[in-house]
Antibody
Framework: QVQLVQPGSDLKKPGASVTVSCKASGYIFTAYAMNWVRQAPGQGPEWMGWININTGKAYYAQAFTGRFVFSLDTSVSTAYLQISGLKSEDTAVYYC??????????????WGQGTMVTVSS | QSALTQPPSASGSPGQSVTISCTGTSSDVGGYEYVSWYQQYPGRAPKLIIYEVNKRPSGVPDRFSGSKSGNTASLTVSGLQAEDEAAYYCSSFAGRTNMMFGGGTKVTVL
């Protein structure tokens, strides 16, 4: 079946880096863009940006430029989110999401289960 | 860009209807027919229930409906059921490649 699989959680110290993976299965990985969404505890989601799977070009929301990098390994149908210089305010659940059945309609119908990144000394 | 504005909470008794608003600007909600709504249970990923203002993905009950007037979009849940108790988030295209989410509305079934 169609799914995006993410690791459950990661604990990092301030200043460290983290890489969150998102492995796709059940569909043609290169046919749909991958988006990343952050949700801090008790808050609404924040759209971070997206990556074009075919070109590898990434587009970042204004609040997510600089320390955030989207990348791909198409050989294993996996997208990655790397965050460097971690701060306590980066503590959040990070989701990958795509638009399989609503392609081009600016909505996300397939979501990973989310990775809880905790930044604490 | 600020998040879209939603009321923090809404409630209704089983069988009743509840409507949630989502207010943006002419640069997002008012400017495009790309408003979506998501349902989220605690500890779970959001689930798409409405896209393009008023369209439902396959499998979403027709108790969920969406509309838009000017810079404000709305989600109505008719015939409230216990399983509708969840957080609901709106989202809108905001031009170029940008998307925005609302702050969320917690729906309580009394």
């Amino acid at each position: 079946q169609v799914q995006l699989v993410q690791p459950g959680s990661d604990l990092k110290k301030p200043g460290a880096s983290v890489t969150v993976s998102c492995k796709a299965s059940g569909y043609i990985f290169t046919a749909y863009a991958m988006n990343w969404v952050r949700q801090a505890p008790g808050q609404g989601p924040e759209w971070m940006g997206w990556i074009n799977i075919n070109t590898g070009k990434a587009y970042y929301a204004q609040a997510f430029t600089g320390r955030f990098v989207f990348s791909l390994d198409t050989s294993v149908s996996t997208a990655y989110l790397q965050i460097s210089g971690l701060k306590s305010e980066d503590t959040a659940v990070y989701y990958c999401a795509t638009d399989l059945t609503v392609a081009g309609r600016k909505a996300f119908d397939i979501w990973g289960q989310g990775t809880m990144v905790t930044v604490s000394s | 860009q600020s998040a879209l504005t939603q009321p923090p909470s809404a409630s209704g008794s089983p069988g009743q209807s509840v409507t949630i608003s989502c207010t943006g600007t002419s640069s997002d909600v008012g400017g495009y027919e790309y408003v979506s709504w998501y349902q989220q249970y605690p500890g779970r990923a959001p689930k798409l229930i409405i896209y393009e203002v008023n369209k439902r993905p396959s499998g979403v009950p027709d108790r969920f409906s969406g509309s838009k007037s000017g810079n404000t979009a709305s989600l109505t849940v008719s015939g409230l059921q216990a399983e509708d108790e969840a957080a609901y988030y709106c989202s809108s295209f905001a031009g170029r490649t940008n998307m925005m989410f609302g702050g969320g509305t917690k729906v309580t079934v009394l």
